[in-house]
């Protein structure tokens, strides 16, 4: 079992904040990504349509031969994490518990925001994991749909992304939230530009470095976790590899290697 791969899968480009923190803590480990590009966005999709993408990638990744799936895509972890765990035989982790967690360990006024994709604010899948850690703690979600397209075409840095921002984080600001949970691993991409707005008291939690601390953990409880040689990784796009290669390097300032396609059974 050390020697199989860890499966992360994402709608897009976002869950590769996730494989570069996997990285870091489980260096040894063989990752394979799969980016949902011909799907992508999942924020504004029906739970339907986001399980039945999210089932044939886990299956896929389960033909692979990993032994742990990591949902790095929020929407997928609210909608579609239930049926990945009753449908799927290889253990299944999601992105929003620990998520939640490390929010209400970092808040100093019981006050935290999320900023999602539609799908995720609906499932109101974070509010519900803040309360499970912390009955009074007061949550306020803010759906950001325009992030997401801004990042997978490249635009965090242009004017654009600073005016959207300031129209999706007014009502933030309002809130009085101290603590920030960023919803979508897309949006990591955007942290200059919403930590600017939101000032020096804001803290923004990243659930990438989490995630992959939580991944760790069970693995090594599991006695799985691979502990010889320098680990490798595979990438999938669903479409058009080509560019996901192109501005996947450039989002990471790293090579990533050959991106295969890989179409879809669904």
């Known amino acids: 079992m050390k020697k ?18 996997l990285r870091r803590e489980l260096p040894q480990e063989d990752l394979i990504y799969f980016g949902d590009t011909a799907n992508v966005p999942y924020g504004s999709k029906s739970k339907a349509a986001v399980t039945r993408f999210s089932l044939a990638i886990a299956r896929f990744l389960q033909q692979e031969n990993v032994k742990l799936i990591i949902v790095a895509c929020n929407t997928a972890s609210a909608q579609a994490l239930a049926e990945l765990r009753k449908q799927i035989s290889v253990p299944v982790m999601g992105v929003i518990e620990p998520g ?4 209400v360990q970092t808040t100093r006024n019981g006050r935290i925001a999320v ?27 803010q759906a950001c749909p325009l992030f997401v397209p ?10 654009a992304a600073g005016l959207i921002a300031e129209e999706y984080l ?3 600001k309002k809130s009085g939230a101290d603590t920030v949970i960023l919803g979508c691993t897309h949006y990591p991409v955007l942290k200059p530009v919403i930590a600017k707005i939101l000032g020096k008291n804001v803290t923004l939690v990243d659930s990438a470095d989490t995630l992959a601390e939580a991944a760790s953990a069970f693995l090594t409880a599991r006695g799985q976790a691979e502990t010889k040689g320098k680990g490798r990784v595979r990438v999938y796009a669903s479409d058009d590899p080509k560019r996901f290669k192109r501005l996947a390097e450039y989002l990471l300032a790293d090579r990533i290697g050959a991106v295969r396609l890989k179409k879809l059974n669904q």
């Open 4 to 21: 199989q791969p860890i499966g992360v899968f994402d709608s897009g480009l976002g869950g590769l904040t996730i494989l570069n923190a």
């Open 100 to 103: 939640a967690q490390k929010a």
């Open 115 to 141: 900023l999602g994709t539609e799908g995720t604010v609906k499932s109101g899948a974070y509010p519900k994991a803040v309360a499970k850690r912390n009955k009074k703690a007061r949550v306020f979600q």
């Open 150 to 159: 801004l990042v997978e075409e490249n635009w965090g840095k242009k004017p």
């Open 170 to 172: 007014a009502p933030v």
